[in-house]
Structures are given as structure tokens and as C-alpha cells.
């Protein structure tokens, strides 16, 4: 549960704000993700870092910016969001290394409500 | 594209029965598949994965069985517990680093 750490826990914004979600793993890993869980749907896979380096972006809406200073750190800096990006964001990590089909950890998630 | 599904989106159970669980895929590829447990509030958690070289793998209370015939997997939970009350939901993976999940499905345990 300890493994991957996210905060804020909830946050409420408007959609003028500017706002940030923060995740640090400490399993030692080197990729990197973050979903959106709306309710009712699967989860989608918005950014993937391996080594820091961005190696997916699934066609995500430019509101949403990620960062990723280093391995154990991920940032997704939120701006004029609309009442339909509110929903549960989970950040995950895996060893990373090119391996491939690795087990993802997830973190608690930011529950994000847009007014 | 990838479509991962559950056939059932509730399920009730009385404690100290076996529950099953089960997912649909679509791409006959896919050779990894991971079944996570969400519990309210929290994340997912990882409880077993299997590869297509097998078809049946167990942890502890768990069993996954994995039919690539008809392209179905099912979890199976020995003697649930209240604290099994969960979102379950599968995830498949293809050689790539992405994988497609299920909807879920609402496990409820009844004391």
C-alpha cells in the first residue's frame, strides 16, 4: 500500500484553476503511469515514463501535462479542465528496463472533482 | 482494438463460499493477463497473473484459470471473506508495456 504514494488524496478545482497531482514510488522502479478510472469504464492508460523519458501519450488533451524530474517521481500539472476530466487518477509503476508485460503497483489515486 | 470485459457486474456471495469471477478477451494475442482487486477509496491491487503457457496458476484462497480457446479467464476466491468485498477486474497484455483492463466487477460478500 506504501509503495506508490499519491497526493493530494481528493481535490476540487474550477476550471480556470491550475493544479498539480504528485506520485513517488518506492519500490525502486523505473516506469512510470498514470490512468483516468471514470465510473463504469476501464482504465485508461494516459502517460507512460520509462527512465524518465515520456514513451506514451494516448492521445491525451493538452490540459494535461505530465512531468517526471526522476524514477520515483511523476507530476500531472492540470489546467481549464472540464466537469468531464473529473474522475479517480491512478498513478502506477513497474520496473521498467524495457522489460516488457510487468506487473503495474498502483497508488491510492487523486479523486479530482471539476466545477 | 482490445475489448476486455466481465460477463457479470455484480456478484453476491455468502461468506465461506468459493466465488468465480470472469473476463472475456477479445485479442487472441494477448499472452499476459493480471487480475487486480480495488477496494473502496484505495487502489488497485495486484492478486495474481498468469501467462498464456499455462492455464491454471494458484496463490493463497486464489485460483486463476485461463482458457485461451474461448478466450476467458476467471478468478476463483476459496472460502470468501468479508474483506474479499471488492471491485475485481482482469487486465490483458500483449508484448507491450500497455495493458487493457475490464470494467470490473462488484463483489459482495454477505456475512
Known amino acids: 500500500e506504501t509503495g506508490v504514494t499519491q497526493t493530494p488524496r481528493h481535490l476540487v478545482m474550477g476550471m480556470t484553476n491550475k493544479k498539480s497531482l504528485k506520485c513517488e514510488q518506492h519500490?525502486?522502479?523505473?516506469?512510470m503511469y498514470w490512468y483516468k478510472q471514470s465510473a463504469k469504464k476501464p482504465l485508461e492508460l494516459m502517460f507512460v515514463?520509462?527512465?524518465?523519458?515520456?514513451?506514451e501519450n494516448n492521445s491525451v488533451p493538452s490540459r494535461f501535462s505530465p512531468e517526471c524530474p526522476n524514477s520515483s517521481h511523476l507530476f500531472l500539472h492540470l489546467h481549464t479542465l472540464q466537469p468531464e476530466d473529473s474522475a479517480l487518477y491512478l498513478c502506477a509503476s513497474s520496473q521498467g528496463a524495457g522489460r516488457i508485460q510487468e506487473t503495474q503497483y498502483f497508488g491510492p489515486g487523486t479523486r479530482l472533482l471539476v466545477l | 482494438g482490445e475489448s476486455v470485459g466481465l460477463h457479470l457486474p455484480t456478484l453476491s456471495v455468502q461468506e465461506g463460499d468459493n466465488s468465480i469471477i470472469n473476463c472475456a478477451y477479445s485479442n487472441s494475442a494477448s499472452d499476459y493477463f493480471i487480475w487486480y482487486k480495488q477496494e473502496s477509496g484505495k487502489g488497485p491491487q495486484f492478486i495474481i497473473d498468469i501467462r498464456s503457457n499455462m492455464d491454471k496458476r494458484q496463490g493463497q484462497r486464489v485460483t486463476v484459470l485461463l482458457n485461451k480457446t474461448v478466450k476467458h479467464l476467471s478468478l476463483q476466491i476459496a472460502a470468501t471473506q468479508p474483506g474479499d468485498s471488492a471491485v475485481y477486474f482482469c487486465?490483458?497484455?500483449?508484448?507491450?508495456?500497455?495493458?487493457?483492463f475490464g470494467t470490473g466487477t462488484s463483489l459482495t460478500v454477505i456475512p
Open positions: 487486465a490483458e497484455n500483449n508484448f507491450g508495456n500497455q495493458f487493457y
Open positions: 519500490l525502486g522502479h523505473n516506469a
Open positions: 515514463y520509462n527512465f524518465k523519458e515520456q514513451t
